[in-house]
């Protein structure tokens, strides 16, 4: 009894991810000499922090029985705020200030149609990634912004400490804060209540509408900060900034072990699940493979990280049935022992 | 009152008041644009409508089962290519033995959807996230990053789009809009009329209840998404016929436009209820408002904002109108009579 539990950890998705980390890893070291240069470990995290950030909230998001198909736009909608505001000659930290505040203003009006209105929220975020995209055309048009200060381009593009750059402390300060509210605090509760059953939960006295607003639109808030980022490190904004990052954000918060239909993951499965994806397309970029075949590995990836448990699952059901369908046919040869066994399924 | 209430049920309403909505939005553009009643603009709409049409017909069957299919933009993209492809070598290739081809590829690639949605128990849209961009990667691994040019095309395949099949005046109904409307017609009868489409209906409504009732959800769910990839195989050979340039990028973000299509139509995006119909009537408004302000010279970058507005406007309108009328549609003369007196009173 004792050492099934010591080693009941070993069946956790957290463990599959943490080995399937490890053989990227291995994998990774035998195929590039280069892979362990500070530059391009800095490199892994730098080319997809702002998928990295927008992924520690859109696990609360999943979790909580929804999902926001919008972050992407919301990201776009930012930088370009952010841009146009600051070719309209306004200081960049007042713009950064605006863009942060349209991000949090799509995401409560996602979570107000979702939460209050009753629409499926796959259906808002669909109309908001449109939508919010939408502005953005609007705002720049065809036009691209850059020039920004160099104080402001110097976030996203130079190292403070080693080669690490400044987002690089964003993202483990806000994985840290993330990782206590969600597993720690009573709001991380809520979430998980109300992803498991929100009836339930809203019986028990949870006010799930509140909640589900508070996380659209810190996903919005968190989307607009990633989206600020991003016009940092790439130093130009076009309307069609973060086009499709939601798709890459999904796919590695579902591959962390959460489940689409709400109630059941945890951050430190995220995290792997991040790690090992980050890692997996480094170790493809190093050897010189498309961007879109990356990115099939990775569904592929995905598809496979959810089919093979289930699949041991139905294995674990048949196998059984199988024997009892052997030993009867055997039984019927004319063995007299099992037979009490035989009339006892009778 | 009652009589009507009792034949028309509230699904024809919500489509009778799309098709409302849908006269209104084409009489504030023919305000707007000048000539916009003229056959070139219904031509232009009419063909980037069957597109979506013919896709968003698949894609109902599968919203109908509780699931979506979030990987039809790369099997369009991905037939597109494999067709243009494979006619440019074989010249002369039977068109309607190119269209059962196109098919064939797109069925092959839902079945795999349905079969790991339906039997490996992984939930459509993890399985169809996943695929999207699995067949987008085979599509660039077998392209080589080479595209297929107009000029490879045999000419029928140049001229499809052009046919006109019916004209009334200079109105006429080309080709691809006809296909189209084929589908739409074949798939309300098999939806509405035949135990297989009543088997969906009847797995989205509640699927505890179908199984009960016998039915082989499996089955009729990876029936669903072959029939869904089948249509976007079609849809992937008039994509080409269409465009006749096909890179790798081909469709690529496809599948929110026909999702989009498929919930402003009324088609529960959880399961159980709306039409074909409904669904063409979303891909028409969809089609008209996008190919209109395209012509609408103020900006056409408002297009997206407004296309975001729009569907959000049509979900919620539609949400507070059914769930108002919902009790008193259902109401019965009876039931109202001894209600009566009270109201007096």
Known sequence: MQQSKRWAWLKSWEALMFIILCAVVVANLRLSEHYLDLNNLANIFHLSIEKSLVVLIMAFVIINGEIDLSVASVMGLSATVLAERYDAGWPIAAGFVL???????CGLLNGLFAAYMGIPSLIVTLAGSIGYRGVARILLEDRSVGDFPSWFTSLGQDGIIGPF????????????????????????????????????????????????????????LIAALAGAFYAARLGNVRANAAEGFELDIITIVLLGGVSIFGGTG????????????LNLRNGMSLSNVDGNTQTSVIGLLLILSVLVPNLIQILQRLVPRLFTAISRILNKGGATEPKSQVSVHQ | MHRIRRWVPLQRLREFSLVIILIIVVLIFGNQIDNYYTPRTFNRISSTVALITLVAVGQTMVVLTRNVDLSVGSIVGFTAYYVGRYVSKNEDMAPLMLAVLAMGIGAGMGLINGLLVAYGRIPAIVVTLGTMAIYRGVLVEYSDSKSVATRQLPDWIKELPQESILKFGEYELRALPAIALVAVIVFFFLLLYTSLGRRLYAIGSSPEAANLAGIRAPRMVTLAFTMCGAMAGLGGMLYLARFGTITVDAARGMELQVVAAVVVGGVNILGGSGTVIGAMLGAILIGTIEQSLIRMNINEFWKDALLGLCIIIAVTVDRILINQLTPWWSRTELQRMPEEPHAAV
């Open chain 1, 266 to 277: 945890t951050m430190i499965g995220v995290g792997l699940s991040l790690l090992v994806v």
């Open chain 1, 99 to 105: 863009a942060l505040f349209v991000g949090v203003v």
């Open chain 1, 165 to 220: 750059h400044i987002t690089i402390f964003v993202f483990i300060a806000l994985f840290i804060l993330g990782f206590v509210i969600l597993q720690y605090s009573v709001f991380g509760r809520y979430v998980y209540a109300i992803g498991n059953n929100r009836a339930a939960a809203e019986y028990a006295g949870i006010n799930a509408k509140q909640v589900k607003v508070t996380i659209f639109m810190a996903s919005g």
